[in-house]
T-cell receptor, first 114, second 117 residues
Framework: AQSVTQPDIHITVSEGASLELRCNYSYGATPYLFWYVQSPGQGLQLLLKYFSGDTLVQGIKGFEAEFKRSQSSFNLRKPSVHWSDAAEYFCAVGPPGGGNKLTFGTGTQLKVEL | GAVVSQHPSRVICKSGTSVKIECRSLDFQATTMFWYRQFPKQSLMLMATSNEGSKATYEQGVEKDKFLINHASLTLSTLTVTSAHPEDSSFYIC?????????????FGPGTRLTVL
């Protein structure tokens, strides 16, 4: 069965510092990969997604993620964090080739210190 | 981007009563809608998938008679929690799928916080 692991439950960074959120997945084939952000009391917003091709994916709000097949990872990065980036971040996988069902990781809570 | 709304955003009810949550796609037609449940500090768990005009497909372990889903139109799906109990208290999030071909991107609503007393 597919699974998504986000090993860091909480991360605290200083504003302006770089950020990397880890995501590892277990799947029979290379799935579609997603990162979502959830602000308190709100739904999820898609930051970026990877289907195929270039393994470095650019998203909104200055985020990027790199797919590494050998490590089954899809880590999210941002060179310089802003206080408004404080939120919960979820990595998710979907069936390769499309389809509807997403499997989410347990999330990483990001705190930004001013 | 596509907008999905949920109503109500918060609801408090007594044990034994039923609660209906609406999910609407405001500016697109959603062929598929999804209902998730999120416990505090945990991930989203898919409860069911619904297609307009057909019965919902429930995930394993989700009671279909307790969580009634109706997808009456391409812009509206409802989740009714019947005979709610305190353990049903949770954050319920819907998403609406829109796309062409094999990829169906999901757009998420803001969620509904249900508290059962």
């Amino acid at each position: 069965a597919q699974s998504v692991t986000q090993p860091d439950i909480h991360i605290t960074v200083s504003e302006g510092a770089s950020l990397e959120l880890r995501c590892n997945y277990s799947y029979g084939a290379t799935p579609y990969l997603f990162w979502y952000v959830q602000s308190p009391g709100q739904g999820l917003q898609l930051l970026l997604k990877y289907f195929s091709g270039d393994t470095l994916v650019q998203g909104i709000k200055g985020f990027e993620a790199e797919f590494k097949r050998s490590q089954s990872s899809f880590n999210l990065r941002k060179p310089s964090v802003h206080w408004s980036d404080a939120a919960e971040y979820f990595c998710a996988v979907g069936p390769p080739g499309g389809g509807n069902k997403l499997t989410f990781g347990t999330g990483t809570q990001l705190k930004v210190e001013l | 981007g596509a907008v999905v709304s949920q109503h109500p955003s918060r609801v408090i009810c007594k044990s034994g009563t039923s609660v209906k949550i609406e999910c609407r796609s405001l500016d697109f037609q959603a062929t598929t809608m999804f209902w998730y449940r999120q416990f505090p500090k945990q991930s989203l768990m898919l409860m069911a998938t619904s297609n307009e005009g057909s019965k919902a497909t429930y995930e394993q372990g989700v009671e279909k008679d307790k969580f009634l889903i109706n997808h009456a139109s391409l812009t509206l799906s409802t989740l009714t929690v019947t005979s709610a109990h305190p353990e049903d208290s949770s954050f319920y999030i819907c998403s609406a799928g829109a796309g062409v071909g094999s990829y169906n991107e999901q757009f998420f609503g803001p969620g509904t916080r249900l508290t059962v007393l």
